[in-house]
């Protein structure tokens, strides 16, 4: 965490008077002076450690709001000499290159429904459905997310008739913390195979979408073998086994919507297995809070039903109210079985 970071975490500003508050403002205005004096007094910021060089571009480089960058590059020698670099098989300087992204974050707002980059930086909610997703649009999302703090819900649906890019150029996307806020993801109706599921598996693992509650990837290979004949493109039994792990270890995730998929009973064991008595204390707290779970047209068998239902008498998904298990291979015997394994669950299943 950074210094000023900090400080303001170690200082209860609700809990301050006016005048305190006044005086903690001028102890920060007296710091920032002093940290751009010494970076005035330097000649280039090669000498700085690179990892502390990451740390400025990371703070003056918000595509959203790239006016520091641009006001500090022309008050500041070091930092215009760093700005004005030309990075390595880019061809354009970091100054450029931060306002060509830019402009590209200001048109996909536009598309967003959003008038402004300001107001796209402080959106809690973000709606695009059916307006035609494309590779660039989902890349250049991807890019915006380490700056969308207060962003809590993403719905991105593309119900347009054509394949529509693969999820995997946004997910890969999602750094180490980004997305902080969000509770809802989806990326119903857009491509999302085994490829795009261990991209999401690699971003939660790095930290993204940790307040994440409501999973929709849902429609997905169904849409596409039915609408752009290129057959089933959706998760697999692989693609769930790497992502079933980043999930269960996502406490707050209360909807999971996987419906359209090709996995199978491999998939679903990676997903729900029954509480171990020899595992450590989380592994029983593993989705603890899940409510609502749907795994409709996926190619589930009478096993995998066997394996569900037992699962859940054993204490699996404590919290599960609604199970969706309609038009998979299983037979209504199988199914009616998992439904019976828990009273009071309900939910579609044939």
Not at 46 to 54: K, M
Not at 319 to 334: G, H, K, Q, T, Y
Request: hydrophobic share 45%; glycine share 8%.
């Amino acid at each position: 965490m950074e210094p000023l970071a900090v400080l303001l975490n170690e200082w209860p500003l609700q809990q301050l008077s006016a005048t305190e508050l006044r005086s903690r403002i001028t102890l920060l205005e007296v710091a920032a002076r002093a940290f751009r004096a010494e970076l005035e007094s330097r000649t280039s910021l090669d000498a700085l450690p690179d990892e502390i060089q990451q740390v400025i571009f990371g703070q003056l480089c918000n595509v959203l709001d790239p006016r520091s960058a641009v006001d500090y590059s022309s008050a500041s020698k070091a930092l215009r000499e760093l700005m004005q670099r030309v990075g390595e098989g880019a061809g354009k300087s970091q100054l450029q290159q931060l306002k060509e992204e830019n402009a590209a974050a200001a048109a996909l707002g536009l598309k967003l429904g959003v008038r402004s980059c300001k107001a796209l930086r402080e959106a809690k909610e973000i709606e695009w459905l059916n307006k035609g997703l494309s590779a660039t649009d989902l890349a250049t999302l991807g890019k915006l997310t380490p700056v969308l703090p207060a962003l809590k819900n993403l719905y991105l649906v593309d119900e347009s008739g054509s394949a529509g890019p693969d999820g995997v150029q946004l997910v890969e996307g999602l750094g180490v913390g980004a997305l902080p806020a969000v509770y809802c993801f989806s990326l119903s109706w857009v491509r999302v195979g085994d490829a795009g599921a261990s991209a999401l598996a690699a971003a939660l693992e790095r930290g993204a979408l940790q307040r994440l509650g409501c999973l929709y990837l849902d429609n997905n290979s169904v849409f596409l073998k039915n609408n752009s004949g290129l057959g089933d493109a959706g998760i697999g039994d692989a693609g769930l086994v790497a992502l079933a792990p980043a999930l269960r270890r996502r406490p707050a995730l209360h909807v999971l919507k996987l419906a359209g998929h090709p996995f199978g009973d491999k998939g679903l064991a990676a997903l729900v297995a029954p509480p171990s008595a020899d595992a450590p204390p989380p592994q029983a707290e593993v989705l603890a809070q899940l409510k609502e779970l749907s795994l409709s047209n996926t190619q589930i068998t009478d096993a995998g039903c066997a394996h569900l239902a037992s699962s859940l008498k054993s204490g699996a998904l404590p919290a599960l109210e609604r199970l969706f298990l309609a038009d998979i291979p299983a037979s209504d015997a199988a199914r009616a079985a998992v439904y019976e394994a828990r009273p009071g669950l309900h939910g579609l299943y044939s």
